[in-house]
């Protein structure tokens, strides 16, 4: 018999309903009977007991919430009588005990990766390029559109036969106005590739550099310091202007402090000092293709998966983000400590609610007092503009059933699994220590996963209820659903389906493991996410001003 409601936590006065559910219904919950004061739709919650003014309500065992007015037992939680809520947080001292999981079927196991000098390695092998201003975005993308098309890695040729297909049927007057549901299809990312070793050109193309404050040029200094040091980074090219705020030897300070021994072929042009705009991308053209000729020299070779550095994030949540995916990669990313690898947690606005239980699994106190303060500052500053944490789900979030920020942030907190937190990282800050890492970044999708990156991720698992198509362009990122529907819906943006869990037809654990076979061979270049497929190479600064 499929289950039809679920109850996360034995502290809870809230049940969630995992099929719609109908108003008048009798619902039976561990010998209790609930009758349905409305229609709940799969995802919501409903009240297992009369609620007053006040009163606390429990998701995830912690507080997510208080009521708002008077809710009859086997009501809808909704906006009008919900408001957000979390309990406050402190430093207390360690004494959290974790009960690993068994990782015998994985002790063994290698990925193939490229090792690059310094020990780390790379789950790709990318050639880069990095504008220090905004004002060469322009000769990124005719840089883009000569080297992805002439060396195999443009993906839009679809949409141009596509776009041929309509003019040529515009031109013999036929109509256009037929529906077309023939599918084109995905791009074989390796097909027609000149350089078989190098699995992308990628190019960063921001907003900064120039124009804001100087605070917003050193934070882009180190961020693309960061990913010029990436482990997945083979070989970079430097576009500058001449005249902004962040100057190359700003730049250059910045990843020698980073990395002092820096030994990967890197070309910098300035086009003040250039003789022409035609010049300058001619010869970065030409320099670049002889670094992507030594650089396909590096192939993958074996490394254990404690070289692993997986990044954890969840965008356009549902209500069974917290149910699903995130424990599924939560059990994942505990498997991967396990085994000696990093993962990094980032999100501070969706830990809301979760501080204490972070705090109470943060090892070193000064970790611990790190996090409290980057969490306290963080919210402060959202709160000086007229916002706060609570105001982060979106209209999707609460439509679909995160009705507060403390139950979103508690259901999100849940990727990272139950691991000690051994680090707390600032952004752009590298992590040096194995097992489970808090990074500081916004929510937002994009911000979050450029942050990751900077702090080392090498691959990222990013859940989503919603569908989000979104990616990274140095880390690839492996789309986890929540749910059946989506994966049907959306299935050309989404790698794994987590449907499962919710029919009670995969464990939490089964699942993980699933993941961290896929997270293998994706390492190894034997899988391609379909956000590396489409070239979903997102990347957005976070200029530290107030962003959720």
Known sequence: MVTRILKIHPNDNVLVALQDLTKGETIIHDGHEYTLQDDIQAKHKFFMQDMNIGDPIMMYGVLVGKAQRFILKGGLMDTENTKHASDPFEFRPYNYEWHAPNVSKFESRTFNGYVRSDGRVGTANYWLFIPTVFCENRNLDVIREALHNELGYAVTDKYKSYTHQLVDAYKNGESLLESD??????????????????????????????????????????????????????????????CQNLQVHDFMNDLKQRSPNFDKPLFIFEQQQSQSEEQLVKEAIRKTFIGLTEINEIERQPAPLSKLVLGVKCGGSDGFSGISANPAVGYTSDLLVALGGTVLLAEFPELCGAEQQLIDRTKDETAARKFIQLMTAYNQAAENVGSGFYMNPSPGNIKDG????????????????????????????????????LVCTPGNDVEA????????????????????????????????????????????????????????????????????????????????????????????????????
């Open 181 to 242: 549901s023939n599918s084109i299809g995905l791009p074989n990312p390796a097909a027609n590739r000149i350089f078989k070793n190098v699995d992308g050109i990628k190019f960063l193309n921001h907003q900064g550099g120039c124009g804001g404050t100087r605070q917003d040029a050193a934070v882009l200094s180190k961020l693309l310091a960061a990913y010029a040091d990436h482990p997945n980074v083979a070989g970079v090219t430097v576009l500058s202007l001449g």
């Open 402 to 437: 995160l009705i507060t920020d403390a139950i979103k942030s508690t259901g999100a907190a849940k990727k990272g699994g139950t691991s000690p937190v051994e680090d707390v990282l600032d952004y752009t800050e590298p992590a040096t220590k194995p097992g489970l890492n």
């Open 449 to 548: 996963t450029t942050g990751k990156a900077a702090s080392g991720a090498t691959l990222i698992l990013f859940t989503t209820g919603l569908g989000t198509p979104t990616g990274n362009p140095v880390c690839p990122t492996i789309k986890v659903s929540t749910n059946n529907a989506l994966t049907k819906r959306m299935g050309d943006i989404i790698d794994i389906n987590c449907g499962p869990v919710i029919e009670g037809l995969k464990t939490i654990e089964e699942m993980g493991e699933d993941i961290l076979e896929y997270c293998i061979k994706a390492a190894s270049g034997e899988v391609i996410p379909k956000a590396v497929q489409l070239n979903q190479d997102d990347f957005i600064p976070w200029k530290r001003g107030v962003s959720l």
